[in-house]
T-cell receptor, first 111, second 113 residues
Framework: KQEVTQIPAALSVPEGENLVLNCSFT??????LQWFRQDPGKGLTSLLL?????REQTSGRLNASLDKSSGRSTLYIAASQPGDSATYLC??????????FGKGNQVVVIP | NAGVTQTPKFRILKIGQSMTLQCTQD?????MYWYRQDPGMGLKLIYY???????DKGEVPNGYNVSRSTTEDFPLRLELAAPSQTSVYFC????????????FGQGTRLTVV
């Protein structure tokens, strides 16, 4: 079974600071890893999908890295904005057709 | 561009009642999933389907049933609702076998009283 841990569970940063969100997983036999954003009372929105062959994926101010050997992925958000306030979830495949989710990194960006 | 559509958005059930949560997707994805999300917890997989007519249990299937008669639809049935089923339910679909590149519905907030 895949165990996914996200650290820190919650953080508050002033606007403009860079954010570093960590995800660790126990079973490194994966091809892909996905990061999602969830706003309060809403569904999950996909941010980035990293393939194991890529090791890194970028979209605008977001950059996600993947190190399978150490069972870690990191999501970087540059120059944070109040609109980045949300919960960020890491999803890692396991078994057949299954995703394991971490409990999330709850982010508050203070104007 | 509907994506994954869930209905209803909110529902209150009495203990022992039954209901069906509807989920439909218009992306022709083979893989569909039902998750529940409880406060402070990650998403837990209830059931999933790899195609029409094929379903399988996830981590927390007790008290639920599913069917997949078409590629588009994947309803979740709650029989004899219990307070422990109070949760937010999410339906998702994907075209990748490992479940990544998943698209989620907006969720159904269910309260059992």
């Amino acid at each position: 079974k895949q165990e996914v841990t996200q650290i820190p569970a919650a953080l508050s940063v002033p606007e403009g600071e860079n954010l570093v969100l960590n995800c660790s997983f126990t079973d490194s036999a994966i091809y892909n890893l996905q990061w999602f954003r969830q706003d309060p009372g809403k569904g999950l929105t996909s941010l980035l999908l990293i393939q194991s062959s890529q090791r890194e994926q970028t979209s605008g101010r977001l950059n996600a890295s993947l190190d399978k050997s150490s069972g870690r992925s990191t999501l970087y958000i540059a120059a944070s904005q109040p609109g980045d306030s949300a919960t960020y979830l890491c999803a890692v495949p396991y078994g057949n057709n299954r995703l394991a989710f971490g409990k999330g990194n709850q982010v508050v960006v203070i104007p | 561009n509907a994506g994954v559509t869930q209905t209803p958005k909110f529902r209150i059930l009495k203990i022992g009642q039954s209901m069906t949560l509807q989920c439909t997707q218009d992306m022709n994805h083979n893989y569909m999933y039902w998750y529940r999300q409880d406060p402070g917890m990650g998403l837990k997989l209830i059931y999933y389907s790899v195609g029409a007519g094929i379903t399988d249990k996830g981590e927390v299937p007790n008290g639920y049933n599913v069917s997949r008669s078409t590629t588009e639809d994947f309803p979740l049935r709650l029989e004899l609702a219990a307070p422990s089923q109070t949760s937010v339910y999410f339906c998702a679909s994907s075209y990748l076998q490992d479940g990544t590149e998943a698209f989620f519905g907006q969720g159904t907030r269910l309260t059992v009283v």
